[in-house]
């Protein structure tokens, strides 16, 4: 799922190609992408854009007569900037938005089409599309704080809840995690005010690194190669792989529809993390350490 880094460079190159352009036709190839009647989409045809901005994880239209488009991509939902007039894509395809300067379609992979496309008139509408999560770009380390221990949750799922932090997801919560050195599965409330510390300013130079990075790798051009896999990733998307700090190859921990990806050595004092209904299932049995992990791979091969 796009997050908050990649967001930001969808909102740059929207800025430069549609801000101050209307919208000349928009063309839906799905009927589930919108989820709202009033107002008809139609009554958007003709407005200028005034501003993109972001709502968490969702991407906002902005037009004259504060009419706002509220675009959330969810997992596979992905934004795509071609020449004017450009057919909305066969399969895969949602949408197309046309302005002077060019089309914008929206597509989405997979069979279950989860991306979604609100209409609302007035910001008091809009803000019900808010989940009001702390900017943590912008935020206090005392605001962080009282965010943080406003429920007790592990640091997993505190990252990635919209309402508490803003814009983090499953990729930049383990790249923030590794880089605080700290486990996913900590508490929030038992966060020392010197882990709280550190842990704040690993959400900033996570977050401003990779908006960076992205940034210089797209220039000018639009942000075409959305992914939640970048190799320079130091622990997301590299299991079995070594840590970039120690070499210690990197784990992961699968639930639900999520996951958890980390360093034992730089993140839980060489200890291995698992979920709870396997570790009811193996009990004693579960490894607890990498070379118990790596003891018992050996014994099966040589079984």
């Given at each position: 799922?796009?997050?908050?880094?990649?967001?930001?460079?969808?909102l740059?190159?929207?800025?430069?190609?549609?801000?101050g352009?209307?919208?000349?036709?928009a063309r839906?190839?799905?009927?589930?992408?919108?989820?709202?009647?009033?107002?008809?989409?139609?009554?958007?045809?003709?407005?200028?854009?005034?501003?993109?901005?972001?709502l968490?994880?969702?991407?906002?239209?902005?037009?004259?007569?504060?009419?706002?488009?509220?675009?959330?991509?969810?997992?596979?939902?992905?934004?795509?900037w071609?020449?004017?007039?450009?057919?909305?894509p066969?399969?895969?395809?949602?949408?197309?938005?046309?302005?002077?300067?060019?089309?914008?379609?929206?597509?989405?992979?997979?069979?279950k089409?989860?991306a979604?496309?609100?209409?609302?008139?007035g910001?008091?509408?809009?803000?019900a599309?808010?989940?009001?999560?702390?900017?943590?770009?912008?935020?206090?380390?005392?605001?962080?704080?009282?965010?943080?221990?406003a429920?007790?949750?592990?640091?997993?799922r505190?990252?990635?809840d919209?309402?508490?932090l803003?814009?983090?997801g499953?990729?930049?919560?383990?790249?923030?995690?590794?880089?605080?050195?700290?486990?996913?599965?900590?508490?929030?409330?038992?966060l020392t005010?010197e882990?709280?510390?550190?842990?704040?300013?690993?959400?900033?130079?996570?977050l401003?690194?990779?908006?960076?990075?992205?940034?210089s790798?797209?220039g000018d051009g639009?942000?075409?190669?959305?992914?939640?896999?970048?190799?320079?990733?130091?622990v997301?998307?590299?299991f079995?792989?070594?840590?970039?700090?120690?070499?210690?190859?990197v784990?992961?921990l699968?639930?639900?529809?999520s996951?958890?990806?980390?360093?034992?050595?730089?993140?839980t004092?060489?200890?291995?993390?698992?979920?709870?209904?396997?570790?009811?299932?193996?009990?004693?049995?579960?490894?607890?350490?990498?070379?118990?992990?790596e003891?018992?791979?050996?014994?099966?091969?040589?079984?």
């Amino acid at each position: 799922m796009p997050e908050l880094p990649d967001i930001e460079v969808y909102l740059g190159a929207l800025r430069a190609r549609i801000v101050g352009q209307p919208l000349e036709q928009a063309r839906l190839g799905s009927p589930f992408l919108l989820r709202t009647v009033e107002p008809p989409l139609a009554s958007f045809v003709g407005l200028r854009v005034e501003e993109m901005r972001r709502l968490g994880k969702r991407i906002v239209f902005g037009f004259e007569g504060e009419r706002f488009m509220v675009l959330h991509l969810m997992i596979t939902g992905r934004l795509h900037w071609k020449p004017l007039g450009t057919k909305v894509p066969g399969k895969i395809g949602l949408a197309a938005f046309d302005f002077p300067t060019g089309t914008l379609t929206l597509t989405e992979a997979g069979s279950k089409k989860r991306a979604s496309l609100h209409l609302v008139i007035g910001e008091a509408d809009l803000a019900a599309y808010d989940p009001d999560g702390l900017e943590v770009l912008t935020a206090d380390l005392e605001a962080f704080r009282a965010a943080l221990v406003a429920e007790n949750h592990t640091l997993k799922r505190t990252l990635t809840d919209p309402r508490i932090l803003s814009g983090i997801g499953n990729s930049y919560s383990d790249e923030i995690l590794h880089r605080a050195k700290l486990s996913p599965f900590q508490l929030t409330r038992n966060l020392t005010s010197e882990e709280t510390a550190i842990l704040f300013q690993a959400c900033r130079d996570v977050l401003t690194e990779w908006i960076e990075r992205l940034r210089s790798e797209t220039g000018d051009g639009f942000p075409e190669k959305v992914t939640a896999m970048h190799p320079k990733m130091a622990v997301h998307g590299r299991f079995g792989q070594p840590c970039p700090v120690c070499g210690t190859p990197v784990q992961r921990l699968v639930y639900a529809d999520s996951e958890a990806n980390y360093c034992p050595t730089c993140q839980t004092g060489g200890r291995l993390l698992a979920d709870r209904a396997l570790s009811r299932l193996l009990k004693d049995d579960w490894p607890k350490t990498l070379e118990e992990l790596e003891a018992r791979k050996r014994g099966a091969a040589a079984g």
